[in-house]
């Protein structure tokens, strides 16, 4: 991970592989637009020379560095500290030194669902979605997210719609300490689920480029929900393509990448940067 020649700040992504990562993108835009003299460099770490990697953060004069798969939930037992939320959620996704060279550890998937949500339909998420409950597809690692950054904000009922039901129960014990009814439902319940729903957030692959299409009927929802795909290849899916014919505000998933990279970012290079349509394009541009 040594470098010849390092700048003043450095930063990075750690994966295995980490070739296709647009974070190298976004955060080299950001010290470009900042005039910050820093570098954001991509990292290939096997899963077996992880924990060598992060020791060598401080050897290499690094500020921190982020994790992709599949290093968020094994980097968890190599920091000196991790966070509540990352706790809460079960992996990492952020490292950063501070001053006194203890390495933490946060993840912040949640603040960037919730972030872009808020950039794309801030009313709606002020108003906590009318207070009518939130349906969320899938119960993975996103799923997760979702489900801390939504009771963070204060919504009243999480519906939780999987294939494996006690996977999406197993959710309701990360925010079991908050007031928000967290309900599981079988996947075969979906289009039920978004009867009286405000917000419906897809945490799953379906729909994805080289994925399985999404199959789900939109009648049931209320003109006024918000619609958000975390998916972002093909940016716009057939999810969001479906929700805006109807009239939903629609929400695609490029903007939570842009938006959990801040926070990094700040720690890192000690400025808090701006998601706007310029980084979108720059980031764009380059996924192809």
Known sequence: MTATSSPRLRAGVMGWPVAHSLSPVLHGHWLKRYGIDGSYEAFPVRPEDLAEAISGLRRDGLRGTNLTVPHKEAAMALVDNVDETAQRIGAVNTLFMTPDGTLNATNTDAYGLIENIRAAAPD?????????????LGAGGAARAAVVGLAD????????????VARAESLAGIVSDQDVVVRA???EKRDEALAGAG??????????EGQAPLHINLDSLSEAAVVNDIVYAPLETELLSAARARGNPAVDGLGMLLHQARAGFREWFGVDPEVDDDLRNAVLAARG
């Not at 709606?124 to 969320?136: D, H, Q, S, T, W």
């Not at 904000?153 to 494996?164: A, D, K, L, P, Y």
């Not at 917000?199 to 994805?208: A, D, S």
């Open 185 to 187: 439902l079988d996947w």
């Open 153 to 164: 904000i204060g919504v009243s009922e999480i519906r939780i719609v999987n294939r494996t």
């Open 124 to 136: 709606a998420l002020e108003g906590r979605f009318g207070g009518k409950p939130v349906v969320i």
């Open 199 to 208: 917000l419906l957030v897809n945490t799953t692959t379906l729909g994805m």
